[in-house]
């Protein structure tokens, strides 16, 4: 959000995922906002999220999502609520999945399995719940590097990483092996690398993705809450009074942009170029120079796979250099191995 800036206004198209960041566009108080996906989960992720912000307190969508503490019976109720304003598809899916929803829906994607799977199999072999909970407590960051060093950073620790964030085991349990079919080199050792900076530099009792890694919510011991930005109050109140401004659709980003006739002005494109060939990616980034507004700002991460603007569209994407290298520095979303923001010429 900080790289498309403060100014309000224009067409934004995103990358629906589960429907977090797409949501969150709302905020800046934009014309409109189309979130598009090929996975009809998905879209059924993001439309029962718009549901719960249409119907539920937000307390209720804290709970519902599994940001807070709720019985199994109260999620069951709460989409009770919510279910007469999904359609039909997403019907289907969450009338389907019962145990997604008292769980929380934050925790039903494939990824979110692998990582609960690592929170109650895997850690507990390196670091006990105290060692946990004394590394999501706030620090100076000499305190945090000295945590680290001493306590954090152990032979176990760092050898159950290599293995359980392996090409081979995140290929099997965490990712489509798809994912990696454009991935060169050692995986673990780069992801960890991420990992250490966010356990150093970054704030992990600021950190709401490290929360839900660690320990399965966004509460801290004391019942505070530590939540994704799309959640936190000033956002939610916007995002609410902006609901009817969002669009979703099962597509490609291929497909809308040769059927949409108006220009976008901000992409919110997540890592879809991590499944892409280098030039599959060059091709579709072209197109989206063609399709895009004059100074329409281009979004999106590396996790794996480097991808930006190739030299043959140095006339037409200027990659903004100076913002880039300062948001991903503070990133919180540290799993990602790089940030890459673009001006449309």
């Not at 994704?228 to 659709?249: D, F, H, Q, S, T």
């Amino acid at each position: 959000m900080e790289a498309f800036g403060s100014a309000s206004g224009g067409r934004g198209l995103s990358i629906a995922s589960a429907g977090d960041n797409a949501l969150l566009m709302l905020a800046r108080d934009p014309d409109e906002v189309l979130a598009v996906d090929i996975n009809p989960a998905q879209l059924a992720c993001l439309e029962i999220r718009v549901a719960a912000l249409q119907t539920l307190e937000r307390d209720e969508v804290l709970g519902l999502i599994g940001s807070r503490a709720m019985p199994p019976r109260a999620r069951t109720e709460c989409y009770r609520r919510c279910r007469p304003l999904l359609g039909e598809s997403a019907r289907r899916f969450w009338d389907a999945h019962p145990r997604f929803i008292t769980r929380g829906i934050g925790g039903c994607g494939k990824f979110e399995g692998y990582f609960h799977l690592f929170r109650k199999m895997i850690l507990p072999l390196a670091h006990n719940r105290h060692r946990v909970e004394a590394l999501l407590t706030p620090r100076t960051p000499q305190e945090r590097a000295m945590f680290f060093e001493h306590q954090w950073n152990t032979t176990r620790w760092r050898m159950i990483f290599h293995l359980f964030f392996s090409r081979f085991v995140m290929g099997c349990l965490g990712r489509s092996p798809q994912f990696f079919e454009h991935v060169e080199g050692p995986v673990a050792s780069r992801i960890l690398k991420r990992v250490s900076h966010a356990l150093i530099v970054l704030d992990p009792s600021q950190n709401p993705w490290l929360h839900w890694i660690l320990t399965g919510s966004h509460t801290r011991l004391r019942g505070e809450t530590v939540l994704p930005p799309w959640l936190e109050e000033g956002a939610y109140r916007r995002i609410v009074a902006n609901l009817g401004r969002l669009k979703w659709r099962r597509s490609s980003v291929e497909e809308v942009l040769s059927e949409e006739k108006c220009g976008f002005d901000h992409f919110n494109l997540s890592d879809i170029f991590e499944y892409m060939s280098p030039a599959r990616a060059e091709w579709l980034l072209e197109k989206i120079c063609e399709r895009s507004s004059p100074g329409a700002r281009l979004v999106y991460w590396n996790m794996l796979a480097p991808r930006s603007r190739p030299e043959r569209l140095a006339n037409r994407l200027v990659p903004v250099t100076d913002l880039t290298r300062m948001l991903h520095e503070k990133d919180r979303g540290f799993f990602y191995s790089r940030l890459v923001i673009e001006d449309r010429i």
